[in-house]
């Protein structure tokens, strides 16, 4: 192997340990963070909703069932910001 092929896999192999460690955060949640409906930007929205599975994916703005994680109590101050409820952990298992 050259030395240029080596740094593309070690910088291949780096990335890929860094998404995948973000996915496992996004799913778990945040401390002191709520999961805030309806005020996501076209894109800018965290995880998945409406079909689809991953960040970034909302086609619309403002769109109902589409969620950004915002501190808690910072949603209900934002005009359309709706608190979405945190699954219980016996719907989370059989969602799984």
């Known amino acids: 192997m050259n030395r240029n092929t080596k740094s593309t ?9 860094a998404l995948s460690a973000n996915a496992n955060l996004a799913h778990a949640g945040k401390d002191g963070y709520e ?27 403002g769109d109902a069932n589409e ?17 979405k409820a945190p699954k219980k952990k016996a719907d989370a298992k059989a969602d799984s």
């Open 35 to 61: 999961k805030c409906q309806g005020v996501a930007k076209a894109g800018m929205n965290d995880c998945g909703a409406n079909g689809h599975g991953c960040a970034g994916m909302a086609k619309t703005d």
């Open 9 to 17: 896999a070690l910088a291949a192999s780096v990335l890929a340990v």
């Open 67 to 83: 969620w950004i994680y915002l501190p808690k109590g910072t949603c209900e101050k934002i005009v359309g910001g709706v608190v």
